[in-house]
T-cell receptor, first 116, second 115 residues
Framework: GAGVSQSPSNKVTEKGKDVELRCDPI?????LYWYRQRLGQGLEFLIY????????KSGLPSDRFSAERTGESVSTLTIQRTQQEDSAVYLC??????????????FGDGTRLSIL | AQKITQTQPGMFVQEKEAVTLDCTYD???????LFWYKQPSSGEMIFLIY????DQQNATEGRYSLNFQKARKSANLVISASQLGDSAMYFC????????????WGAGTKLIIKP
């Protein structure tokens, strides 16, 4: 498929464990975003990657959260020492290179993370 | 202050009726874009429609149209002839020209279409 691909679709883990979430953006999209969505709430921006520029990490809630992206391909979001409040759906989106305001972000299906 | 406000947390609409979902925004940037997304219960976020601040006409995409009132800073989504499959969360979002990438999101409106 040509869409944004996220894995795993669901992850259940024990409190204190580390988790790694993966996002494969649409080919050719240089911009990649991670969001968190808690149950019944809107989207919370986490981090943004654009090409080889330094990422905007301003939305990461704590130093337990980190993300990497190699070039313009796959990104991984890592949560260390998970807490119950980390339970949420983590959404990844990608878009074409930014140059105007009209580029929509295209989303993956998300990873539903549950911390026991 | 909220930059994107969706005042309707939930709405019930009879099937086949038109529905308007409200969105107001706040920006001092003359260049901005407004987006509407649909999120069904399955969770995926689906892009619906876009309106640019300099666009002269209201955007339309099939049954979706955007009632853009620039002076009032509102960008309401209109769904004509609603269908059961339109039941979902709807989010309004804005990108300011100066920001060049970040979308600012509203809290969403939960729309339920009644048969």
């Amino acid at each position: 498929g040509a869409g944004v691909s996220q894995s795993p679709s669901n992850k259940v883990t024990e409190k204190g464990k580390d988790v790694e979430l993966r996002c494969d953006p649409i080919s050719g999209h240089t911009a990649l975003y991670w969001y968190r969505q808690r149950l019944g709430q809107g989207l919370e921006f986490l981090i943004y990657f654009q090409g080889n520029s330094a990422p905007d990490k301003s939305g990461l809630p704590s130093d337990r959260f980190s993300a990497e992206r190699t070039g313009e391909s796959v990104s991984t979001l890592t949560i260390q020492r998970t807490q119950q409040e980390d339970s949420a759906v983590y959404l990844c989106a990608s878009s074409h290179v930014e140059g105007s305001t009209n580029q929509p972000q295209h989303f993956g299906d998300g990873t539903r993370l549950s911390i026991l | 202050a909220q930059k994107i406000t969706q005042t309707q947390p939930g709405m019930f609409v009879q099937e086949k009726e038109a529905v308007t979902l409200d969105c107001t925004y706040d920006t001092s940037d003359p260049s901005y874009g407004l987006f509407w997304y649909k999120q069904p219960s399955s969770g995926e976020m689906i892009f619906l429609i876009y309106q640019g601040s300099y666009d002269q006409q209201n955007a339309t995409e099939g049954r979706y149209s955007l009632n853009f009132q620039k002076a009032r800073k509102s960008a309401n989504l209109v769904i004509s002839a609603s269908q059961l499959g339109d039941s979902a969360m709807y989010f309004c979002a804005m990108r300011e020209g100066g920001s060049n990438y970040q979308l600012i999101w509203g809290a969403g409106t939960k729309l339920i279409i009644k048969p």
